[in-house]
């Protein structure tokens, strides 16, 4: 598959990768240490589109194509991935759900606002249900022309800042996958609080919350799809997002191998810049190896949903294989600083913390193999 980019693609990811460099990269160390995002630099990526990347045109969106939209996240995670995570999240599974499968009556009311800024969150995760989607607990009762939600959602990105939240929540007193609901409830909601931020390893600059709804009332018309129809968009949301998280897993990945080559330059010893041994040379260029294999299966998945083809599979294979090397480059490039990559003053200490995450949101590892294997044998038995 050819991924030669257009000229519009380069002008784009070019204009990213300086933002990127002059607006983020500079602050990148504060944000870790302060966990918080200056309300300057939202600002700025509003100001810039970043918010309605994927958005249509019609909503007041940049509409760019998932090819282009990887390319963003990459240069986006090389410079911060915690800023990168807030973007991320509110184009693809915060807002994604709406644009499919929200009527169009709501779609002309938040959409806009979600491009402009307002920015989006999804809820799935609970106490008791992670990898397991299908158990959540929280409850969506019917009432009249609303719905009444209570019930309590971990992990929540871009919680503390969300305006909308995409809520996935079941009819009182079932189980499984096919009375799972998803509503789009706003933070004005009487009863939705954001009860705690977690204190994270990595990504520190983004906000990791809990949600509690407690008697929380959502109009009839924020039902996203049908009833029922809840688990089915979930995954469809998620088929999207683990491609960003390939490209996230790609930025950081080549922002370490930077690192490590500018140190490897830099540092000398046994009279010589340590570049110069042939055992670290060889390192660099397995690395170098391992991020263009991740990049290109990312942008596979991307020209593939670009094409309308199904990418369900392709997904979860550049998710996996992304996150992974991710894990695998950092570790080699913190060992190649030496005790230098064990402190803080050298990024690579946050490239090691932020990436640990990659394998275990938007499904694990694992999730993704039974995702990959279920597709490779149920194409198996139609053949």
């Known amino acids: 598959m050819n991924f030669d980019l257009n000229e519009n693609q380069k002008m784009f990811r070019d204009m990213v990768r300086d933002f990127a460099t002059q607006e983020i990269a500079p602050i990148a160390h504060q944000m870790d240490v302060e966990s918080a995002m200056p309300d300057g630099l939202i600002a700025k990526m509003k100001d810039n589109g970043f918010f309605g990347l994927s958005f249509p045109e019609k909503y007041g969106g940049l509409g760019v194509d998932t090819l282009t939209y990887s390319l963003v996240v990459e240069e986006l995670a090389r410079a911060s991935a915690g800023v990168c995570v807030m973007i991320t999240v509110h184009n693809s599974v915060g807002s994604y759900p709406l644009a499919m499968f929200g009527n169009e009556e709501v779609k002309e009311k938040i959409l806009p606002r979600m491009a402009a800024g307002e920015i989006a969150a999804f809820c799935v995760s609970e106490a008791n249900a992670g990898s397991d989607a299908a158990a959540i607990a929280t409850t969506a009762a019917r009432d009249g ?220 590892s694992e999730i993704q193999r039974v995702v990959i294997s279920n597709h490779i044998l149920k194409d198996t038995r139609r053949s």
């Open 145 to 364: 022309d609303e719905y009444v939600l209570d019930g309590s959602k971990m992990w929540v990105t871009n919680g503390a800042r969300a305006q909308f939240f995409v809520v996935l929540a079941r009819t009182p007193g079932t189980t499984g996958h096919d009375d799972i609901h998803a509503l789009l409830v706003e933070r004005d909601a009487p009863g939705l609080r954001v009860a705690k931020e977690e204190d994270k390893m990595g990504l520190r600059a983004s906000d990791t919350c809990v949600l509690e709804l407690d008697g929380v009332r959502v109009p009839a018309e924020n039902l996203l799809g049908k009833e029922g129809d809840g688990f089915k968009i979930a995954m469809t949301g998620l088929d999207s997002g683990r491609i960003g998280i390939g490209a996230q897993s790609v930025g950081v990945a080549q922002a370490a191998m930077d690192a490590a080559v500018k140190y490897a330059k830099q540092r000398q010893q046994f009279g010589q810049a340590i570049s110069k041994f042939q055992g670290l040379r060889w390192t660099i260029a397995d690395m170098a190896t391992q991020i263009e294999a991740a990049r290109q299966l990312v942008l596979s998945a991307a020209a593939m949903k670009d094409n309308s083809q199904r990418y369900t599979a392709q997904a979860s294979m550049a998710k996996l294989f992304a996150s992974e090397m991710v894990n695998q480059v950092v570790g080699k490039a913190l060992q190649m600083h030496g005790g230098y990559g064990y402190t803080k003053d050298y990024p690579v200490e946050r490239f090691y913390r932020d990436a640990r995450v990659f394998t275990i949101y938007e499904g694990t």
